[in-house]
């Protein structure tokens, strides 16, 4: 079945960027999303990508996608203590999402 | 933006009850939910695809009798879990879209976490 893998743990400083990345094994994936997940909440979608596109920015989030490589990264600039959270790679092909074990960030004064 | 909620926020019942999570579209009506659950630093497993009015999809390895859902509105759907046993204890989380084909309109409601003592 369709795979996706995330490391775990990420820990940076106030105010560098992070990168976090995932990789994933389902060719067909036709969206891959970055989602946020604060301790002891739901998901928040942060943002998407389609699967023709290599870039996406929104803000202080830039998304890359490696189609060949199916490798996806998303960026925060800037990094606040008020990211700290989980992040979840996720794809889908048809009707379903995938979700990787999500990445932990941390970001320290 | 689109608001999905759940109720109760955490439960805790005893081996052998029954429990009861509701999931509502505040603001939208939700063509398709999903039911997923979450254990301590796992990811999300779909548990169940619910459309309004027909009978829920269950993932592969998921009790349909042991996770009952119930999609009766467009607005609400239900996840009861019966006679619960320990290892049902998890962080069980729905969401909800305007149908499969918005997926990535997927909103996601704030969880509830579910133990079994």
């Known amino acids: 079945g369709e795979d996706v893998e995330q490391s775990l743990f990420l820990s940076v400083r106030e105010g560098d960027s992070s990168v976090i990345n995932c990789t994933y094994t389902d060719s067909s994936s036709t969206y891959l999303y970055w989602y946020k997940q604060e301790p002891g909440a739901g998901l928040q979608l942060l943002t998407y990508?389609?699967?023709?596109?290599d870039m996406k920015q929104d803000q202080r989030l830039t998304v890359l996608l490696n189609k060949k490589d199916k490798h996806l990264s998303l960026r925060i600039a800037d990094t606040q203590t008020g990211d700290s959270a989980i992040y979840f790679c996720?794809?889908?092909?048809?009707?379903?999402?995938?979700f990787g074990k999500g990445t932990m960030l941390l970001v320290s004064p | 933006g689109a608001v999905v909620s759940q109720h109760p926020s955490w439960v805790i019942c005893k081996s052998g009850t029954s429990v009861k999570i509701e999931c509502r579209s505040l603001?939208?009506?939700?063509?398709?939910m999903f039911w997923y659950r979450q254990f301590p630093k796992q990811s999300l497993m779909l548990m169940a695809t619910?459309?309004?009015?027909?009978?829920?999809?269950?993932e592969q390895g998921v009790e349909k009798d042991k996770f009952l859902i119930n999609h009766a509105s467009l607005t609400l759907s239900t996840l009861t879990v019966t006679s619960a046993h320990p290892e049902d204890s998890s962080f069980y989380i729905c969401?909800?879209?305007?149908?499969?084909?918005?997926?990535?309109?997927?909103?996601f409601g704030p969880g509830t976490r579910l133990t079994v003592l």
């Open positions: 603001d939208f009506q939700a063509t398709t």
């Open positions: 969401s909800a879209s305007q149908g499969a084909e918005l997926i990535h309109e997927q909103f």
């Open positions: 990508i389609f699967s023709n596109m």
């Open positions: 619910s459309n309004e009015g027909s009978k829920a999809t269950y």
């Open positions: 996720a794809e889908t092909g048809y009707s379903t999402l995938t």
